[in-house]
């Protein structure tokens, strides 16, 4: 076993009781009893331990704390491995590796089935060094054999990082080995002890729905990562229910309105207002009273409730992360973790792996970086490319519906066209998200971040925009583009001289938007949940059914235990679907576009949060469940906060306010009828409360084509000469211009002007809003901060007491 240094604390034979102090301060132990054992204990007498620099002292692990009955059945990770021939390169490969650990004091034990199984426990000196150099809160113990007790996730997460750092001699790590199919999997084991059992029992059943988590139960024994993933996501769900309600009452208020809105009454009588055809061929002028039970709805959505809830949705946004600072803050002092440093374990774990381990130096490549940016425009160019074919898609079917045999295709193609191009890009959005991860992985991997923590955050901050453009880009073009530019009758804007572009509704494109929320939402919130939960459910039960071959007695000439009580249980782990260091990273990314979604087009779909609220508890229950009872252990990972989401989450706070004034201000009817409420209606000319103030707003929105000016491919000559000998020589549509050279109406500045003051004002209230109440809610508790401050405040009562005890001696 090869020797490494440690710092190791010394007492003098000439003042022994100095030094015996100074060492129990270190490993905060107070009774002298507790000292005199804990000398006793060690493995070097009192008299001959001298005072000696940590890093030239050679300490031998001697192993002085032998493992109990009990322990010798516990291991740390199991590596598997296929049966290779006799001399083979992997099998060289493979021996060299388990050669390395076995160099490092790790006890290795073999077992043979359909695979070879390798368990690895690590000596006790590592955890030991681990505790020294960090001095964290699991080193705060009351005795030197409970000095070996380590939590079982910290134990882990040190034999894990070491066993990816242990180089061959071919200088190999086991990622590279596992590259080559040397090892096919390495992970820790699902153990039978209470913890896991309470879990299983408490809080993955789908019975446990509205139970309150076990958040400290879910530290023990996954970890502090998950753990707060959860209690993020708990704390999430609590206050979006809040927001459902709102939503809710905000959509219930539209749905009262439903046959009350001037407006929509006003579609359903114009009977004689002969609109303009939507398609060049096939498509016939039609009658504005033929869509009244889609004006209806148009205003079911669009209404005032739509501003004040967009607008609560803002302020929800930050009270939600400011909030969510303060419960982080409490749950972290909680669990000694609040100045905790990443760096700094990661140092300790480096050292313990190899005392001669030189830090990785900060770098950065104006180069590198330059290919980076260049390569990440590119994607989002393929992707705003993507956006632009679900358009075009939309624009064909709708031309293609329109010729359809079937009266129903012929009647509803633009709503068909919008329904199917929401599952279109549903679609899209489940392929393009395999395609954008390893987009982004490849990315990282050529920007080659300096710690785990750092390929995280640009992993995270690449994949978002990837996500974010993919689930949005058709939605941004809806809300904002769609009707805005495809031009007028006579001169309509075409794909390719070919498809004209689409038009919104007279009562608005809002409805569009809506549908397409709606259908994305419902279908991420389903199939892609019974999909995450049945796919590992599925792979589960097979490998499980899958016939084991019989076992053999000798491999490789090495003898095997016929009966091995540790065989079950490795190959019950085995048979776990696979689990990465990016299995918490797919929730949280779910999470936050669903975040995404709730917030900034709220204003199209109030019920957003609604969704949302019932998905997440579902969604907690099956996280909890593929977990615990479907996938293999995850290393249990160290942190003090949720790392770079809280920045992502931030930004889609920013976001969620420009996106529902833009979609007040643009998509909703909101300003114009505004503008001609207070401008143009009949109760600004005559004092006249009798009249709604809204009558005439169609026509007035409307304004006049004359059917002789349609150019000349178009093919309705037929239907012209019909319209002419009627006495009808001219359509409406939806637009403010003038019925001459059809130039814009100054109607159209008055509005457009409207608008524009509305998104100003609108933002820059929400913004302010948002300022004071992150001034108002402080991000740490004052519990917290009194609580640190009395930690410092006794720790140097305690050092000073200790240098003058020290000094009378």
């Given amino acids: ?8 604390l010394q007492v003098s034979q000439y003042h022994p009781d100095v030094h015996r102090e100074w060492y129990a301060l270190c490993l905060d132990i107070e009774s002298p009893k507790e000292i005199t054992e804990l000398f006793a204990a060690s493995s070097l007498p009192q008299e001959e331990i001298l005072l000696t620099p940590w890093r030239s002292f050679p300490f031998e692990d001697s192993d002085t704390f032998a493992f109990t009955g009990q322990d010798e059945e516990k291991w740390d990770f199991v590596l598997v491995s296929d049966i290779h021939e006799m001399g083979s390169e992997k099998e060289i490969k493979r021996k060299k590796f388990l050669d390395e650990l076995s160099k490092k004091g790790f006890t290795i034990k073999k077992i043979e089935d359909r695979k070879l199984f390798y368990g690895v426990r690590a000596p006790k000196h590592f955890f030991r060094k681990y505790q020294w150099l960090l001095r964290n809160p699991d080193s705060r113990l009351q005795d030197l054999n409970a000095q070996q007790d380590v939590p079982v996730t910290t134990r882990i997460r040190i034999v894990n990082f070491i066993l990816h750092n242990t180089v061959t001699p071919d200088l190999e790590k086991l990622r590279d080995l596992m590259k080559k199919n040397v090892f096919e999997a390495a992970f820790p084991l699902h153990e039978k002890e209470e913890v896991r059992e309470f879990l299983k029992e408490k809080w993955a059943r789908w019975r446990d729905i509205f139970c309150q988590q076990p958040i400290e139960k879910i530290r023990c024994y996954f970890g502090e990562k998950v753990a707060l993933y959860f209690t993020w996501l708990g704390w999430y769900t609590y206050l979006l229910g809040f927001a459902a309600g709102v939503g809710l009452v905000v959509f219930v208020a539209g749905i009262t309105v439903f046959n009350s809105s001037q407006v929509s009454k006003e579609i359903c009588e114009a009977n004689d207002t002969l609109m303009c055809p939507l398609c060049d061929q096939k498509c016939p002028f039609w009658l504005l009273a033929d869509t009244c039970m889609y004006a209806r709805v148009t205003h079911m959505i669009d209404n005032e409730g739509t501003v004040v809830f967009a607008m609560f949705m803002a302020i929800w946004a930050t009270v939600f ?30 050292l313990i792996n190899n005392l001669q381990h030189e830090p990785r130096r900060y770098r950065h490549s104006y180069l590198r970086s330059t290919i980076v940016l260049l390569l990440v425009l590119l994607m989002i160019v393929v992707l705003i490319g993507i956006a632009h074919a679900l358009v075009i898609y939309r624009v064909v079917a ?6 359809s045999d079937s009266e129903f295709f012929r009647e509803q193609a633009n709503l068909v066209a919008v329904i199917t191009g929401a599952v279109l890009h549903y679609i899209t959005i489940v392929v393009m998200t395999k395609i954008n991860r390893r987009v982004a992985l490849f990315l990282c991997d050529l920007e080659k971040p300096r710690t785990f923590s750092q390929h995280e955050n640009t992993f995270t901050i690449k994949i978002f925009i990837f996500q974010f453009l993919t689930n ?37 494109c809002i409805t569009d938007l809506f549908i397409q929320m709606a259908i994305i939402m419902m279908l991420k919130q389903t199939i892609s949940n019974v999909v995450e939960y049945l796919v590992p459910w599925l792979a589960h039960k097979i490998r499980k059914r899958q016939k084991r071959p019989k076992k053999k007695h000798l491999v490789l000439g090495e003898e095997e235990e016929v009966e091995d009580p540790c065989k079950k249980q490795w190959l019950i782990n085995y048979q776990l679907n696979e689990v990465n260091i990016f299995s918490l990273f797919d929730e949280f990314l779910e999470m936050v576009i669903q975040y995404s979604f709730t917030t900034i087009f709220v204003a199209a779909f109030p019920l957003a949060p609604l969704l949302a609220f019932f998905n997440n508890l579902f969604e907690i229950r099956l996280d909890a469940i593929k977990m615990t009872r479907l996938r293999r252990r995850m290393v249990p990972r160290k942190t003090n906060d949720i790392g770079i989401w809280l920045q992502v989450l931030e930004a889609i706070g920013i976001l969620a306010v420009i996106g529902n004034g833009l979609v007040i201000a643009i998509t909703s009817d909101f300003i114009p009828v505004q503008v001609y409420k207070y401008t143009y209606s009949p109760c600004m000319k005559e004092n006249n409360t009798a009249v709604d103030c809204l009558t005439g707003y169609i026509n007035h929105s409307l304004s006049v084509f004359h059917i002789k000016h349609f150019e000349p491919d178009t093919n309705l000559a037929v239907e012209i000469l019909d319209l002419v000998k009627n006495g009808t020589t001219v ?13 814009y109406t100054v109607q159209f500045w008055h509005v457009f002007a409207a608008r524009l003051a509305f998104l100003i004002l609108f933002e820059h209230v929400a913004l302010c809003v948002k300022l004071i109440a992150a001034w108002y809610v402080p991000d740490v508790p004052l519990s917290v901060k009194n609580h640190l401050l009395d930690e410092k405040h006794n720790n140097l009562r305690k050092e000073l007491s200790m240098m003058e005890y020290s000094t009378e001696v």
């Fill in 1 to 8: 076993m090869g020797s490494v240094s440690f710092d190791v």
């Fill in 321 to 350: 992360l400011e909030l969510w600072k303060r419960q982080r803050a409490q749950v972290v002092t909680n669990w000694d973790l609040y100045g905790w440093d990443e760096d700094e374990e990661e140092l300790a774990m480096e």
């Fill in 398 to 403: 709708t031309a293609l519906f329109t010729q």
């Fill in 472 to 508: 949005f880009s058709s939605l941004i073009y809806i809300a904002f583009f769609l009707g805005r530019i495809n031009g007028h009758p006579g001169n309509y804007v075409r794909i390719a001289g070919k498809w004209r572009l689409e038009e919104c509704h007279p009562s608005g």
């Fill in 731 to 743: 359509c409406r549509y939806r637009d403010y211009r003038n019925d001459e050279d059809y130039s």
